[in-house]
């Protein structure tokens, strides 16, 4: 399908590894315009790589041009308003400079900028103590993972809903341990997850009446990105799934792409819960458990 003439905004891409990365990738082969919500500290540093050449590769589309993108905003999802950051964050080195990186003023400058929104992808997750299990977590550290995790989608959502043409798509990821126990994937991270998830329901409905637009998520399989190897052990996570998928082959960051642009497209789907995992969530049993013989 063709999105030549829409604009897609994506919160958290960093680098070109990644979901939302490859979800922009997606809408641009289609001829959407990319706009960028990068991290705060760290956007000096890609748009640096970028006008090095360093993501050249990784922005070849199918037509053998290079992606592109029309804007990057500084981006912390964590903060609504500006009265919203602390002292301590204004005065951090990282921050130093940057101003209107709060969700509120993000969105409040795209609009200045492009006008209507049709895509909103919200690529954003962050738990401090993500190593940690659930019963060694900090009130803190739970509470950091929820707001950076989860909230920030309703955050955008308030925001950027009013900001939407009408029929426009707000799509999230999330992960199979809001649905699952997974040992290893702490520190709130599988409750920022669930709530994720509950939200996008809420909100499908909530946002569908008042401003026309739908609210999907894409439950993906572990991908080896550089933030997914803050869990600590992502390479074993790859290989259960390989392992015991219906589905026997590396999941690529392509494959989400391609449900991203589905969902972008998909006038009747919202409120869903898309997974794209190889399959491995309708599995009750390891194959390759030990007590099999595996």
């Given amino acids: 399908m063709s999105l030549k003439g829409k604009k897609a905004f994506i919160a958290g891409i960093g680098d070109d590894q990644g979901y939302g ?38 922005r070849k589309l199918a037509n053998g041009s290079l992606m592109e993108y029309k804007k990057v905003y500084a981006l912390d999802a964590a903060f609504d ?22 969700v509120s ?5 795209v609009e200045k900028d492009w006008g209507k929104i049709d895509i909103v992808v919200h690529s954003l997750a962050n738990g401090p103590e993500v190593r940690n299990p659930l019963l060694e977590t900090s009130r803190a ?3 950091a993972a929820i707001s950076a995790s989860s909230f920030s989608l309703v955050s955008l959502v308030q ?10 798509s707000v799509i999230s990821l999330t992960y199979i341990a809001s649905q699952r126990a997974i040992p290893g994937y702490g520190g709130g991270m599988s409750s920022a997850k669930a709530a994720l998830e509950s939200d996008t329901r809420m909100l499908a409905w909530e946002a569908g009446r008042k401003y026309g637009i739908r609210i999907n998520t894409i439950s993906a399989g572990p991908l080896g990105s550089r933030a997914a190897k803050a869990i600590g052990f992502i390479e074993k996570m790859i290989a259960y799934s390989e392992a015991n998928a219906p589905l026997a082959k590396p999941l690529k960051a392509e494959e989400i792409g391609h449900a991203a642009l589905f969902l972008a497209g998909a006038t009747a789907v919202t409120g869903e819960t898309v997974h794209v995992d190889n399959g491995l969530h309708a599995m009750g049993l390891a194959m390759d458990s030990i007590s099999l013989g595996g």
């Fill in 141 to 143: 550290g739970y509470l």
């Fill in 21 to 58: 990365w490859a979800i922009a990738k997606a809408l641009a082969n289609e001829g959407a315009d990319i706009l960028i919500g990068t991290w705060v500290p760290i956007v000096k540093i890609f748009t640096q790589s970028w006008s090095l050449g360093k993501f050249d590769e990784s």
């Fill in 81 to 102: 308003k500006p009265e919203d950051v602390p002292q301590d964050v204004r005065e951090n080195k990282r921050y130093q400079g940057a101003s209107g990186y709060t």
């Fill in 105 to 109: 003023e993000v969105a409040a400058e």
């Fill in 159 to 168: 925001q950027f809903g009013p900001r939407m043409a009408t029929g426009g």
